[in-house]
């Protein structure tokens, strides 16, 4: 029996592989797009296809986040203005004293928040497996990295196998699931060792599997590398842990532990030189740029134009809200380009076509999945989103793209779609309850808040 074929019209569509037009939409069969054209033409083309017309709205593809933390959604607001090294340390003593269900439920309540700003495809990077079980509930697509720590070598066996049984449980549930695939994070090069880097590394490359690295994100890894000094170091030092460092970037680190040679997406780079950004770029890496969080976290401006001439893969991401309070990746492209403008003191750099693309297909490349996802066009996944643009703070809206980029936020979204399914109908997401979740959540933060003070008095 032939898939059901809906029509779905607007008054823009924004295709990303060719410039956006008026009064037109997408024709999707199953879950794929078969047709992308004016309206007229469609009608012609498809006279008996149910239509939704979502009118004074922007028809485009479905965002693409690279880079989250789902589990962590119940520490939005939490750590607030903390030097680096104390909010890791604080993160990571909250997340412990919390459930496998409670951080569950912080994972659903990050994925409603992402379906409801129009993402559709989320990478998702994880201490636990609550991210990946959220984004398998979801229905929407998504690519979670188990993460693995270890700092003492002679631990790094078990640490993998430990890591190995998770994998391989994650991964029989994502045959299962279809639309969520897993890969493996050793975390970064201040708390994972050498060795396990090497071992992890053996292990993704045997399995097939995508590798993902926070890397280069703060001045005090940049001292850790390269001097053997700064916050990294003294904590090394209290737990009476030999270090000696390489003299070199933490890109650097990755290119000479062989790591890069495995194309893995890696996680902010802040702190890079034109031959770090040399080495990305021969090895064909990808990068998650996560803007918000590198700035509110203190760390800097990441060279974004720079990548992007060297023909890097780029997506953006929106890290944790535990970091950047929000997940809106509309927000995250909008300060990207404002903060580059400001470095480079040019109203001209990053425009709006660029920044939009990096929403989109930028971040399906950085994926490797832009034969399937990432535009509007015939054969590839029907992953879309109907983004209002009649709202007082974005009319007038002559010009789609600059109001999409500049005027637009998370809020506008009025419908989500992944591979032709409707996740958020521009009332509720409809595979999870949201009300009950958002009970459960404070329910979850109110326990934090006593521990908080209880720990504080």
Same mark, same amino acid.
């Given at each position: 029996?032939?898939?059901?074929?809906?029509?779905?019209? #607007?008054?823009?569509?924004?295709?990303?592989?060719?410039?956006?037009?008026?009064?037109?939409?997408?024709?999707?069969e199953?879950?794929?797009?078969?047709?992308?054209?004016?309206?007229?033409?469609?009608?012609?083309?498809?006279?008996?296809?149910?239509?939704?017309?979502?009118?004074?709205?922007?028809?485009?593809?479905?965002?693409?986040?690279?880079?989250?933390?789902?589990?962590?959604?119940?520490?939005?607001?939490?750590?607030?203005?903390?030097?680096?090294?104390?909010?890791?340390?604080?993160?990571?003593?909250?997340?412990?004293?919390?459930?496998?269900?409670?951080?569950?439920?912080?994972?659903? *309540?990050?994925?409603?928040? #992402?379906?409801?700003?129009?993402?559709?495809?989320?990478?998702?990077?994880?201490?636990?497996?609550?991210?990946?079980?959220?984004?398998?509930?979801?229905?929407?697509?998504?690519?979670?990295?188990?993460?693995?720590?270890?700092?003492?070598?002679e631990?790094?066996?078990?640490?993998?196998?430990s890591?190995?049984?998770?994998?391989?449980?994650?991964?029989?549930?994502?045959?299962?699931?279809? $639309?969520?695939?897993?890969?493996?994070?050793?975390?970064?090069?201040?708390?994972?060792?050498?060795?396990?880097?090497r071992?992890?590394?053996?292990?993704?490359? *045997?399995?097939?599997l995508?590798?993902?690295?926070?890397?280069?994100?703060?001045?005090?890894?940049?001292?850790?590398?390269?001097?053997?000094?700064?916050?990294?170091?003294?904590?090394?030092?209290? $737990?009476?842990l030999?270090?000696?460092?390489?003299?070199?970037?933490?890109?650097?680190?990755?290119h000479?532990?062989?790591?890069?040679?495995?194309?893995?997406?890696?996680?902010?780079?802040?702190?890079?030189?034109?031959?770090?950004?040399?080495?990305?770029?021969?090895?064909?890496?990808?990068i998650?740029?996560?803007?918000?969080s590198?700035?509110?976290?203190?760390?800097?401006? *990441?060279?974004?134009?720079?990548?992007?001439?060297?023909?890097? $893969?780029?997506?953006?991401?929106?890290?944790?809200?535990?970091?950047?309070?929000?997940?809106?990746?509309?927000?995250? #492209?909008?300060?990207?380009?404002?903060?580059?403008?400001?470095?480079?003191?040019?109203?001209?750099?990053?425009?709006?076509?660029?920044?939009?693309?990096?929403?989109?297909?930028?971040?399906?490349?950085?994926?490797?999945?832009?034969?399937?996802?990432?535009?509007?066009?015939?054969?590839?996944?029907?992953?879309?989103?109907?983004?209002?643009?009649?709202?007082?703070?974005?009319?007038? *809206?002559?010009?789609?793209?600059?109001?999409?980029?500049?005027?637009? $936020?998370?809020?506008?979204?009025?419908?989500?779609?992944?591979?032709?399914?409707?996740?958020?109908?521009?009332?509720?997401?409809?595979?999870?309850?949201?009300?009950?979740?958002?009970?459960?959540?404070?329910?979850?933060?109110?326990?934090?808040?006593?521990?908080?003070?209880?720990?504080?008095?």
């Amino acid at each position: 029996m032939a898939s059901v074929r809906e029509m779905y019209l #607007a008054d823009w569509v924004v295709p990303v592989t060719r410039p956006p037009f008026q009064r037109g939409g997408i024709v999707v069969e199953g879950e794929r797009i078969v047709a992308v054209g004016h309206e007229a033409e469609l009608r012609a083309q498809f006279p008996d296809v149910p239509v939704r017309d979502f009118g004074e709205a922007a028809l485009l593809p479905g965002l693409v986040n690279t880079h989250g933390h789902l589990e962590l959604t119940v520490l939005r607001g939490v750590l607030e203005d903390l030097p680096f090294v104390t909010w890791l340390a604080t993160l990571t003593r909250l997340r412990e004293g919390l459930s496998a269900d409670e951080l569950r439920e912080s994972a659903r *309540a990050g994925i409603i928040e #992402a379906i409801r700003s129009g993402q559709t495809t989320i990478v998702d990077v994880g201490a636990t497996s609550a991210g990946f079980e959220a984004l398998c509930e979801s229905g929407a697509r998504g690519l979670f990295f188990q993460e693995v720590f270890g700092l003492r070598p002679e631990e790094a066996e078990e640490s993998l196998r430990s890591l190995a049984q998770r994998v391989e449980a994650l991964r029989a549930s994502s045959e299962a699931m279809g $639309r969520v695939r897993v890969g493996i994070s050793p975390h970064a090069p201040y708390t994972v060792s050498a060795a396990l880097f090497r071992q992890a590394l053996d292990y993704a490359r *045997a399995n097939a599997l995508p590798l993902c690295v926070h890397i280069a994100e703060s001045q005090a890894e940049v001292d850790l590398l390269r001097y053997g000094r700064g916050d990294f170091a003294r904590i090394y030092e209290r $737990r009476g842990l030999t270090w000696r460092a390489p003299r070199v970037s933490p890109v650097r680190y990755l290119h000479d532990l062989g790591v890069l040679a495995a194309r893995p997406l890696l996680v902010h780079v802040v702190h890079g030189d034109a031959e770090d950004i040399a080495l990305i770029a021969q090895s064909d890496s990808a990068i998650a740029h996560c803007p918000k969080s590198n700035a509110k976290l203190g760390h800097g401006i *990441a060279p974004l134009p720079e990548w992007l001439r060297a023909g890097i $893969r780029v997506g953006l991401g929106t890290d944790s809200v535990a970091s950047t309070n929000t997940c809106d990746l509309l927000e995250e #492209a909008r300060f990207a380009v404002l903060v580059q403008r400001a470095r480079w003191a040019s109203p001209t750099l990053l425009r709006a076509e660029t920044m939009i693309g990096l929403l989109t297909l930028g971040g399906a490349r950085a994926l490797r999945l832009e034969a399937h996802i990432g535009s509007l066009e015939p054969g590839k996944e029907a992953d879309f989103v109907a983004l209002a643009l009649s709202g007082a703070h974005v009319q007038p *809206a002559d010009d789609p793209m600059t109001a999409i980029l500049f005027s637009t $936020r998370g809020s506008d979204v009025r419908f989500v779609a992944v591979g032709g399914r409707v996740l958020f109908d521009g009332s509720f997401v409809t595979t999870l309850d949201e009300e009950r979740v958002r009970a459960r959540l404070r329910e979850i933060r109110a326990r934090l808040r006593a521990l908080l003070s209880r720990a504080s008095a």
